[in-house]
């Protein structure tokens, strides 16, 4: 018998200027999301700034859940488990491994953003904002089968994921103390 696996799949909302503007775009709660390999956010990944002072200085990053723009903005998140199985876990690690191997290569997708808002599904290679990064993940990996393009998946578009366990909602810096 397998063993089973979970990945975790955190919704935020930091409150930074660039923030409240896709919020104010979209209308949703969460303007942020980032996928984690442990419940502890010990392993935390997703496509943000690299910059605390200059947030256009953005790509592929490993987020500090206690640090950084978490901690300084008092950021507001919701956090699901996801079961997979041992072959997806595996997959996501890999490809995590693969993009870290890259990393200078991979930048935040500026340019992107009004396509998803349009709805026209768009592939820069080394370009992706957090929401298509994680789709990226779990579609490649065979986790999670979207009804559309990975580019156009939104924040919120996790929050229909099947199979998913909310685990936490609110200040990320309680969820420590709740984990």
Not at 54 to 80: S, W
Request: aromatic share 16%; charged share 20%.
């Amino acid at each position: 018998m397998q063993r089973q696996r979970y990945i975790y799949i955190m919704l935020s909302m930091t409150g930074t200027k660039f923030s409240r503007f896709l919020q104010l775009c979209t209308g949703k709660e969460y303007t942020h999301v980032s996928i984690a390999m442990d419940r502890q956010l010990g392993e935390l990944y997703s496509f943000g700034r690299r910059s605390m002072n200059l947030p256009f200085i953005a790509g592929l990053v490993r987020e500090n859940p206690k640090g950084g723009v978490f901690a300084k903005y008092h950021t507001r998140c919701l956090i699901y488990e996801v079961p997979v199985s041992e072959e997806e876990y595996h997959a996501i690690r890999g490809l995590l491994r693969s993009f870290f191997r890259d990393y200078e290569r991979y930048h935040y997708n500026f340019v992107g953003l009004p396509f998803i808002a349009l709805g026209i599904p768009t592939e820069c290679r080394y370009h992706f904002v957090c929401s298509q990064f994680v789709a990226y993940l779990l579609d490649k990996s065979g986790a999670v089968q979207w009804d559309k393009d990975f580019s156009l998946v939104q924040p919120a578009d996790f929050i229909q994921l099947e199979n998913k366990r909310q685990i936490y909602q609110g200040f990320l810096c309680d969820y420590a103390l709740s984990a």
